[in-house]
C-alpha cells in the first residue's frame, strides 16, 4: 500500500484550512499550513510537498495571491505540484494560475472524494479541472497540450531570436557554439542571453535551463 500523499494547505482562513484537514483525515498526509504568499512560497521550499492545495486570493507578497505563491516556487515545480482550490470560477483566476504552472483547478463545492482523486491526479503529474472551468483553460491555450505547452506571459516576452538562444542554452550549448550556430557573435549572444535572463526574472543559466525544460521547449 502507497504512503498518503503530502500535501501543504494555502489559504487565509484558519477554519478552512482546519476543516479541510479534518475532512480530509487520514488519507493525505498534511505536513504543514500557511495563510499568506510570503509565509506559504517559504513553507513549500523548505519541506517540498507532493502536492500544494492553493487557494487564488490571499494576502501577502506583491498583491499577485495563489498564482504568485507558484512564481516564487518555479525552480522546485517538477518535484512539487499546486492545485488551485478556491471559491472563484472566474476565467481570469483559472487562467493566471495555471498561466503560473498550477495542475489544476477545482471549486471549494467539490466532494471529498473528488478531491483526494484530483490530488492523486496532479500529484501524478496530470491536469485536472472541474468541469466548467476545463472551457476556460482550453479557450485560453488550446486543446493539444493543456498545460505543457501553453506560451505563457513572460515567454510572449521573448523576441524570435531571443528564443532560439534561450532553446541552445538549455541544451547546454556553449556561447561559442551558439555564435556558430545561428552565425553571430559571442558578444551578440552574451547580450541575447542577458536580456533572456531579465526578461524572465532568472539569475543564472541552470536557472534558465530549468525553466525551459519545465515548459518542454528545450
Not at 86 to 111: C, L, Q, W
Not at 132 to 156: Q, T
Request: glycine share 8%.
Amino acid at each position: 500500500m502507497n504512503p498518503p500523499r503530502r500535501i501543504v494547505i494555502v489559504d487565509d482562513h484558519r477554519i478552512f484550512r482546519a476543516g479541510l484537514r479534518a475532512e480530509l483525515g487520514g488519507s493525505v498526509d498534511v505536513i504543514g499550513e500557511a495563510s499568506t504568499v510570503d509565509e506559504a512560497a517559504d513553507l513549500i521550499r523548505q519541506v517540498l510537498p507532493e502536492v500544494v492545495l492553493l487557494d487564488v486570493h490571499m494576502p501577502g507578497g506583491t498583491g499577485g495571491g495563489g498564482a504568485e505563491v507558484v512564481k516564487r516556487c518555479r525552480d522546485v515545480l517538477e518535484k512539487v505540484k499546486f492545485l488551485a482550490l478556491s471559491v472563484s470560477d472566474e476565467a481570469s483566476d483559472v487562467v493566471s494560475v495555471i498561466r503560473a504552472g498550477a495542475r489544476g483547478y477545482v471549486t471549494k463545492t467539490i466532494g471529498t472524494e473528488e478531491l483526494l482523486a484530483a490530488v492523486e491526479t496532479v500529484a501524478e503529474g496530470d491536469a485536472v479541472f472541474s468541469p466548467r472551468l476545463a472551457g476556460f483553460v482550453l479557450d485560453a491555450f488550446g486543446a493539444s497540450g493543456l498545460v505543457d505547452n501553453v506560451r505563457d506571459e513572460e515567454l510572449d516576452r521573448l523576441s524570435a531570436r531571443e528564443v532560439e538562444v534561450m532553446r541552445l542554452i538549455a541544451r547546454g550549448y556553449t556561447y561559442r557554439e551558439i555564435a556558430s550556430e545561428l552565425f553571430i557573435s559571442i558578444k551578440t549572444v552574451e547580450t541575447h542571453v542577458s536580456k533572456v535572463l531579465r526578461k524572465l526574472q532568472l539569475s543564472s543559466r541552470h536557472e534558465l535551463t530549468r525553466w525551459a525544460e519545465q515548459r518542454r521547449i528545450v
